[in-house]
């Protein structure tokens, strides 16, 4: 079974750029994630989707993040303009069912984001 | 609130000795709980996760974890520790709908 699949895995951008990350969640799984974690914490999730609506997006910063997931697949994440404090690894997950309440949920590699 | 505590950044262990990594957590309701490992520039992979049942909980690669409610822990642990542990391991526990993850703790395992 093929796992997350994300890209790129290394981005390196000057702030007031923008960027944009893919993410291919595991084949059947409802729910996608995406999460940042900066250097030396653990992820925070950032927005959570259930097919292609989202069920959680408390925590993206909607001034300057955006997502989507288009046909309940795919989904894309993308910074505009970035800043240096968003300067993280940024982790996309899936799971089988809304919440991943007692499903364990999978992630990508990654994708480290450096700002200068 | 729900939260995660770990409250060591490293756990230094020999190989061959036991290890255990700590966690308590603080959550309203049953706790749902996790552990997951991450190595170097890759994902985190899921170890083992308590959702009711015994205390003890089995997981992947020979790691256990110990749910204690009374003092609202769930510390991981293995009986014999090998070098390719060394890696960042994240205690987790579910909270309004989503995981909330602990800081990580970093498992140094010497030869």
């Known amino acids: 079974e093929a796992g997350v699949a994300q890209s790129p895995r290394y981005k390196i951008i000057e702030k007031r750029q923008s960027v944009a990350f893919w993410c291919n969640p595991i084949s059947g799984h409802a729910t996608l994630y995406w999460y940042q974690q900066i250097l030396g914490q653990g992820p925070k999730l950032l927005i959570q989707?259930?097919?292609?609506?989202?069920?959680?997006d408390s925590q993206l910063p909607k001034d300057r993040f955006s997502a989507e997931r288009l046909k309940g697949v795919d989904s894309t994440l993308k910074i505009q303009p970035a800043k240096l404090e968003d300067s993280a690894v940024y982790l996309c997950?899936?799971?089988?069912?809304?919440?991943?309440?007692?499903?364990?949920?999978?992630f990508g590699p990654g994708t480290r984001l450096t700002v200068t | 609130a729900q939260s995660v505590a770990q409250p060591e950044d490293q756990v230094n262990v020999a190989e061959g000795n036991p290890l255990t990594v700590k966690c308590t957590y603080s959550?309203?309701?049953?706790?749902?709980l996790f552990w997951y490992v991450q190595y170097p520039n890759r994902g985190l992979q899921f170890l083992l996760k308590?959702?009711?049942?015994?205390?003890l909980v089995k997981g992947s690669y020979g790691f256990e974890a110990e749910f204690n409610k009374s003092q609202t822990s769930f510390h991981l642990k293995k009986p014999s520790a090998l070098v390719s542990d060394s890696a960042l391991y994240f205690c987790?526990?579910?909270?309004?709908?989503?995981?909330?993850f602990g800081a990580g703790t970093r498992l140094a395992v010497h030869p």
């Open positions: 997950a899936s799971s089988l069912v809304v919440g991943g309440s007692t499903y364990e949920q999978y």
């Open positions: 308590y959702i009711t049942g015994d205390n």
């Open positions: 959550v309203s309701g049953n706790p749902y």
């Open positions: 987790a526990v579910r909270g309004f709908g989503k995981l909330i």
């Open positions: 989707f259930q097919n292609n609506g989202v069920v959680d």
